[in-house]
């Protein structure tokens, strides 16, 4: 464990400092709660990535884009949960393309190997940061259409087409860039997925792998020795191996 908790850089006076059980989603001391004002989203963050996400907010409206969070900060609980249940066979596994793969034809690494490729390890996911968004376009909804976040969605002719074009012009400005934007050792590309880069590179900087095993180890978690075996390299090319900020987003 690292002897002293550490501050984001830039983030501004008042930003909680991080330390091990926030980085792994067994504390929620650095995020609030957004929502309870009329009119304003529903979602958990930092204040400083909330205040950031919520001018991004108001700026795409002034386009016309109506951009929500779908997802945010989440415990280490809720995030095994979703991993137990891809793990069990119970939720759908996909490929990177967004096809759904068959479970019961794979060993247990390549289970893990694809949950992975969507869903964070727990105690290792940025979701646990409170420095990450996952967003669509409501105004770009057709009658009755329920988000999916595959990548059909955020091509030249997906739906939140016109979000991704914005989002590549605008999001640095506000701090924000996409850190699964290719395909690297880790991660499928999820374009919807933004991070703040001041608060989010501070995280980066601060959690190691000791602090994840230690979070793995007491947990109820599907595949917990195989994890374990495993964390080196998941550790490497999942909480590493990501595509870092834009020039201009803060972050560098």
């Known amino acids: 464990m690292r002897s002293r908790p550490v501050e984001p850089g830039g983030a501004g006076a008042g930003s909680a400092p991080f330390d091990e059980f926030t980085l792994t989603g067994r504390a929620r001391t650095h995020v609030q709660q ?4 009329p009119g304003q989203p529903r979602f958990a963050a930092r204040p400083e990535v909330a205040a950031a996400f919520l001018a991004m907010r108001a ?3 002034q386009d016309g884009i109506d951009m929500l969070p779908i997802a945010s900060w989440r415990p280490f ?19 990177c393309a967004g096809g759904a793969r068959d479970h019961g034809a794979l060993a247990p690494p390549e289970i893990v190997r694809a949950i992975l490729d969507w ?13 990450d968004i996952d967003v669509f376009d409501r105004a770009a909804h057709p009658p009755g ?18 979000l991704h074009a914005w989002l590549d ?3 640095a400005r506000f701090g924000f860039f996409r850190p699964y934007r290719t395909r690297r050792r880790g991660m499928c590309p999820e374009p919807w997925h933004l991070s703040h880069a001041p608060s989010a590179q501070a995280a980066l900087a601060a959690i190691d792998i000791d ?4 979070a793995v180890r007491g947990a109820d978690l599907l595949g917990r020795e195989l994890v374990l075996d495993m964390l080196p ?4 090319d999942h909480v590493l191996d990501v595509d870092g900020p834009d020039p201009g987003s803060g972050g560098s």
Do not use: C
């Open 34 to 37: 957004y929502g309870q004002t």
């Open 59 to 61: 700026a795409a409206a």
């Open 77 to 95: 609980e809720a995030q095994a949960r979703n991993w137990n249940r891809k793990f069990s066979g119970q939720a759908t596994l996909y490929d």
């Open 119 to 131: 869903t964070g390890l727990p105690g290792a996911t940025r979701r646990h940061w409170g420095t």
């Open 145 to 162: 259409y329920r988000t999916k976040l595959l990548p059909d969605e955020a091509g030249p002719d997906g739906v939140y087409a016109r």
């Open 169 to 171: 012009a605008h999001a």
């Open 211 to 214: 602090m994840v095993a230690r």
């Open 233 to 236: 390299d998941i550790f490497r």
